[in-house]
């Protein structure tokens, strides 16, 4: 039993040597990735579950290396987080979501929300507040079109800070959004001081619907206090017509996932937002 413990440690040893040595390898590529125009979003429809009008889309980054390949924003972002780098992604990310969005509107499409995440390193230090006023001046994309997804967790940091960062943002027009929402603290009444207007349903709950009762329970409950909050609720990761069948039922509002479509690279959005919009009639 000794020997198996050591051999285990030492084992655990090697493969933390070869997380670190990979870590230190992808952060150095993380670094000129932005100069090296390795980055691109994809955007992830969002509708209306009464109507079935896409009502928003969420940008989400994707990182191509020309000898690593696609790296995995759940792979890349903690390391960008860690290094500081999530500052001028965060920025690029921003960026180029209004910009993208400009050009659909002044194309006629539209208009929707253009969704973006904002990762907590970010929200905390990185002068979010200037960031975006900068960067809707600069694009001319409309406020009210914007929404930022933060993390329950992000928004504890500092909670003074959050608040009144919240409530700068929300003076700007921005729209704000809580992501992962049951997932993190649950600070139940804290939401009542960051006056967000979304809550987005974690996909782990909305992945359980049909399997676990008690994540029902949850989904429905969170339903409820945005009813009471007076809150939007999207759920995200909805992957079949079941999911989506019950969250009509709960009343919840909105709804993203591969069930819709996976997430779109820009070129695409267009034919798919025409096409599904006529295929619903509007
Ligand atoms: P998230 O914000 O919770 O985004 C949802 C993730 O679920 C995305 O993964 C999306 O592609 C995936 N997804 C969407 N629909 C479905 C579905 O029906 N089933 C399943 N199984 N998955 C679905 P992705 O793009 O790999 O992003 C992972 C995470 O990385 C995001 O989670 C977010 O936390 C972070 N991230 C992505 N882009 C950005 C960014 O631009 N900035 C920051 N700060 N974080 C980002
Ligand atoms: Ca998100
Ligand atoms: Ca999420
Ligand atoms: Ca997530």
């Given at each position: 039993a000794k020997a198996a413990g050591k051999n285990t440690c030492r084992q655990f040893t090697e493969d933390m040597n070869v997380d670190a040595l990979d870590k230190l390898k992808l952060k150095a590529l993380l670094g000129t990735a932005i100069e090296n125009d390795e980055f691109r979003l994809v955007f992830q429809p969002q509708i209306n579950?009464?109507?079935?009008?896409?009502?928003g889309a969420e940008a989400l980054i994707r990182w191509r290396h020309p000898e690593q390949g696609e790296i995995s924003p759940a792979r890349f972002i903690p390391l960008a987080e860690e290094s500081g780098l999530i500052v001028p992604i965060g920025r690029w990310v921003i960026e180029e979501a209004c910009r993208q969005g400009k050009q659909w509107f002044d194309a006629g499409l539209g208009p929707f929300v253009v969704a973006v995440n904002v990762s907590a390193q970010q929200f905390n230090n990185g002068d979010i507040l200037g960031l975006v006023e900068e960067i809707l001046y600069g694009t001319?994309?409309?406020?009210?079109?914007l929404e930022l997804e933060f993390t329950e967790s992000g928004l504890l940091n500092d909670i003074c800070h959050s608040i009144s960062t919240i409530e700068q943002l929300k003076s700007l027009g921005v729209k704000l959004a809580i992501d992962d929402?049951?997932?993190?603290?649950?600070s139940l009444s804290y939401l009542k001081q960051f006056k967000v207007e979304k809550l987005k349903i974690d996909q782990s709950f909305v992945r359980d619907i049909g399997v676990n009762a008690e994540s029902l329970e949850i989904i429905r409950a969170i339903i409820q206090l945005g009813k009471t909050l007076r809150l939007e609720v999207i759920a995200e990761g909805v992957e079949t017509e079941n999911q989506l069948q019950t969250l009509r039922a709960l009343d919840c509002n909105e709804a993203q996932g591969y069930l819709i479509s996976k997430p779109l690279p820009a070129a695409d959005w267009m034919a798919f937002y025409q096409s599904w919009m006529a295929r619903h009639g509007m």
């Open positions: 579950i009464e109507t079935k009008a896409i009502v001319g994309f409309p406020a009210h079109y929402f049951g997932t993190g603290y649950s």
